[in-house]
């Protein structure tokens, strides 16, 4: 089974069970603005690529969406039931309250990472790009729907 | 270039250049926080199992190595020069005045975790149990000497 799959698989349990968090809530919370914040670090060079604001590096682009491609597994479990608070977030109340329409946006980023993993393979410049953007507007979808501006506690 | 190998050379290339700091100093003081969270949570669960304090689990060594490995050669550029201060943090000031020997252990943590990646794929349960104990010795080793028991401003 291949890393890709793996975390597809692990993002559908994550979110199709109702487990609760493994760890203190606090952790849990600290634990996924971590993973973002390594995925937005990673991601923010290829995007400004996909827009031509900054030249395409393709060691960047391989490396990053490496990077990129492990991180969108990794935060979903932390947002199990009894992670809605415990320390400040940004995290919507909505991600528990529209619990399957917050897994389909977390499914839709996941997809189009692994689409632009498999660009990236191809090699192709332009095409590769289309799918930074697309990745780009799954994050950014789902960050408009349960992101919040301004963190709560 | 195989990804361990271009994260050493990203290590070293981090580590022995004076360039500074890319970011805000506290946007980098934020991410190899982020970075090293991410890390622990991927190697917590099986320093647990090489201490047989948890079951050995296959699986998770390999998904957990996989995010260590990429994980080990991401927050380094982040100890730039400029990010000494800037937001709570607990790097020890001797990660700047002592830079040589936080290089020297920076790099043994890498070398212990290509190791490791080297154990995994080799599939010993016994050798991955020792060479997780080795990661184990040069986290606690750079954390021991660079990493304060508290947060400084």
């Given at each position: 089974?291949?890393?890709?799959?793996?975390?597809?698989?692990?993002?559908?349990?994550?979110?199709?069970?109702?487990?609760?968090?493994?760890?203190?809530?606090?952790?849990?919370?600290?634990?996924?603005?971590?993973?973002?914040?390594?995925?937005?670090?990673?991601?923010?060079?290829m995007?400004?690529?996909?827009?031509?604001?900054?030249?395409?590096?393709?060691?960047?682009?391989?490396?990053?969406?490496?990077?990129?491609?492990?991180?969108?597994?990794?935060?979903?479990?932390?947002?199990?039931a009894?992670?809605?608070?415990?320390?400040?977030?940004?995290?919507?109340?909505?991600?528990?309250?529209?619990?399957?329409?917050?897994?389909?946006?977390?499914?839709?980023?996941?997809?189009?990472?692994?689409?632009?993993?498999?660009?990236?393979?191809?090699?192709?410049?332009?095409?590769?790009?289309?799918?930074?953007g697309?990745v780009?507007?799954?994050?950014?979808?789902?960050?408009?729907?349960?992101?919040?501006?301004?963190?709560?506690?």
């Open positions: 089974m291949k890393l890709q799959q793996i975390t597809l698989v692990a993002v559908v349990l994550a979110l199709t069970s109702s487990a609760f968090a493994e760890g203190k809530p606090e952790d849990e919370i600290r634990y996924r603005q971590s993973v973002m914040n390594v995925n937005g670090r990673a991601f923010g060079p995007a400004q690529m996909a827009q031509d604001k900054a030249p395409y590096n393709k060691d960047v682009v391989v490396k990053n969406t490496a990077i990129v491609e492990m991180m969108i597994g990794l935060p979903w479990n932390s947002f199990a009894g992670t809605e608070k415990g320390a400040p977030t940004k995290a919507d109340m909505k991600v528990w309250s529209e619990g399957a329409k917050f897994k389909e946006s977390a499914e839709k980023s996941q997809k189009a990472v692994t689409a632009l993993a498999t660009a990236v393979k191809g090699g192709d410049e332009k095409a590769i790009k289309a799918a930074i697309d780009g507007k799954t994050c950014k979808g789902c960050h408009d729907d349960f992101r919040l501006k301004e963190f709560r506690n």
